[in-house]
Structure formats: C-alpha cells, structure tokens
C-alpha cells in the first residue's frame, strides 16, 4: 500500500521561506516528484529526486532521504503568485501516488 | 506545441446518465492516465494505458466505470449510470515511454457535476 503524508495547510509572508514536508511509505519507489496545483487548474511538475541530496531549480529545491523516506520542496523568495496547492508524489514503475496536498497561502 | 487535451471541461447532469469523458494524450506520449480529484480524497489514479492497452485499472471504482483507449490519440472514460458521488474533477495525464524521471502531463480536467 502506499501512504504519503504531507501538512494541509501552511502560511507565509511575501519574500519569506518555506518549507513543505512529505513522508511516504510505498511499496515501490521510482522517485519523488512535486507538482504545484492553482486552484481551479491542473497539476504542473515542479521538481523530481530519485537520489539522495538536493536539487535546486531556481527559486525551488527539493530534498530526499530514501533512508527516512522523506522529501522536502524549499520554496525560496515567495511571490504571491506562489500560493497554491503542492502536491507530493511518489513513483513507482510508471505510476504516481499522490499525497493529499499542502495549501500554501503567501500573504503580503 | 499542444498539452493534453480534455473535453469537455465542465458537465452538468443528472443521476442515471451516462457521461463520457475525453482525452488526447501529448503526441508520442506511451502512457495515459485517468485520475479523480475530490477535496475528501485527493488525486486517486482511476486507470492507465501503455501503447492502448490497459495495464491497471485497479482504481476503477466500480462496474459503472470504463475506459478505452482506441488509439494513441484518444481515450474515454464513461461513466454509466452516473451518481451523485461521482461529482468530482476528472484529469487525463501522458508522459512519455522512456525513464523513471519523465514527469506525467496533466490536462485541465472535466469538472463533472452529478445531480
């Protein structure tokens, strides 16, 4: 079974840091991806880890520990642009799981 | 160059139709996927394709539900009879044959409402 647990709800201030947690436990794992969903729209790919360590791409980095079987996007300088829902997911063959989501508000 | 494309992006009807949902998958894309979006369960994979042919349709709520594929550019998910609790976002998702890291590419969605 797969079970993947991210916060739903997290808040911060325009030019500010945050940080969105996901832990899985997956019978299969072909990586980690984080894709980004405004309300009302599909989902976009964000970022995807298979090995350990950090990858950045811009003002976005995500993090995976296998070991722990965690991940984290870092989402640098927040524009309100950035408010949305970040959706966790983990693969496995060619499937995605998806974790419920982390509504992420950027206030002014 | 176009995404996934679905069609159509909004119903609305009543209970006891019959609702049919269509997607054209990103041209050379291998793979498609049928996915349902409600505020109390999230994303949930209904079924996917690999070159038309159905590989996991353990999603599937129940017998009410199908999908085909009947070529690389075009799949349907119908719903028969439809129900109340079948309201909910439905997106079509492709991504390509080759590599773990090939992230899928979703299409805007159906945003189905079952009266």
């Known amino acids: 079974g797969q079970n993947i647990d991210q916060p739903t709800e997290m808040t911060a201030t325009e030019g500010a840091i945050v940080q969105i947690n996901c832990t899985y436990q997956t019978s299969g794992f072909n990586g980690l991806f984080w894709y980004q969903q405004h309300a009302g729209e599909a989902p976009t790919f964000l970022s995807y880890?298979?090995?350990?360590g950090l990858e950045e791409k811009g003002r976005f980095s995500s993090f995976l520990s296998r070991s722990k079987g965690y991940s984290y996007l870092l989402l640098k300088e927040l524009q309100m642009k950035d408010s949305a829902s970040y959706l966790c997911?983990?693969?496995?063959?060619?499937?995605?799981?998806f974790g419920a989501g982390t509504t992420v508000t950027v206030r002014a | 160059d176009a995404g996934v494309i679905q069609s159509p992006r909004h119903e609305v009807t009543e209970m006891g139709q019959e609702v049919t949902l269509r997607c054209k998958p990103i041209?050379?894309?291998?793979?498609l996927f049928w996915y349902r979006q409600t505020m109390m369960r999230g994303l949930e994979l209904l079924i996917y394709f690999n070159n038309n042919v159905p590989i996991d349709d353990s999603g599937m709520p129940e017998d009410r539900f199908s999908a085909k594929m009947p070529n690389a550019s075009f799949s349907t998910l119908k719903i028969q009879p439809s129900e109340p609790r079948d309201s909910a976002v439905y997106f079509c998702?492709?991504?390509?044959?080759?590599?773990?890291?090939?992230?899928?590419?979703f299409g805007d969605g159906t945003r189905l409402s079952i009266l």
């Open positions: 998702a492709s991504r390509p044959g080759l590599g773990s890291n090939q992230p899928q590419h």
């Open positions: 041209s050379g894309h291998d793979y």
């Open positions: 997911a983990v693969g496995d063959d060619y499937k995605l799981s």
């Open positions: 880890n298979v090995l350990d």
